[in-house]
């Protein structure tokens, strides 16, 4: 239950915790250690009983005052869903609205708004990059696997080419 510093845990589990710790204290246990096998902290589990297991933080609910309303969220998705804008990403949707004399959020707002709905995977008409591992080779013998690199490197002549082989006799 316990865990990293700072973990929001649930009112439920809060509950059950102060639960088992009142079990195990009747039972004839110390609470620090009851609350130790939990993975708390005592003086969580003091703070829970003094104050109460409601969340004490500071504007914990408040709701910020720009908030996107239900039918403004909808009114974005009808647009990002839309045959026009449907292979388009939000950075070319804004651009085209403001063409169009339409505001209805912000790009970072459209973002927010495919990540809450997990639709914002790719959206261009083409198909997204694949990306696989280049073939690796294994020699067993010589002249089996050769290889190619061309370095850069400094002199003070131009126009003067270099080619250096290499050969490795295993």
């Not at 297991?53 to 839309?82: H, V």
């Amino acid at each position: 239950m316990g865990g990293c510093q700072g973990r929001l845990i649930n009112k439920e589990d809060k509950e059950e915790a102060l639960s088992l710790i009142g079990e195990a204290c009747d039972a004839g246990a110390r609470k620090h250690l009851a609350a130790q096998l939990l993975g708390l902290p005592i003086r969580t589990v003091q703070r829970w009983e003094k104050h109460g297991i409601d969340d004490q933080r500071k504007g914990s609910g408040k709701k910020p005052g720009n908030k996107i309303s239900q039918s403004e969220k909808m009114q974005i998705i009808e647009i990002l869903t839309s045959p026009e804008f449907s292979d388009c990403t939000p950075h070319q949707i804004v651009p085209k609205l403001a063409d169009q004399g339409v505001y209805v959020g912000s790009e970072s707002t459209m973002y927010r708004v495919l990540k809450d709905l997990r639709m914002n995977k790719h959206r261009l008409a083409s198909r997204a990059v694949s990306r696989k591992r280049p073939e690796s080779y294994c020699a067993n013998g010589p002249n089996q696997v050769w290889s190619w690199d061309i370095t850069y490197l400094l002199t003070e002549i131009r126009g003067c080419f270099f080619l250096i082989l290499i050969y490795f006799v295993v």
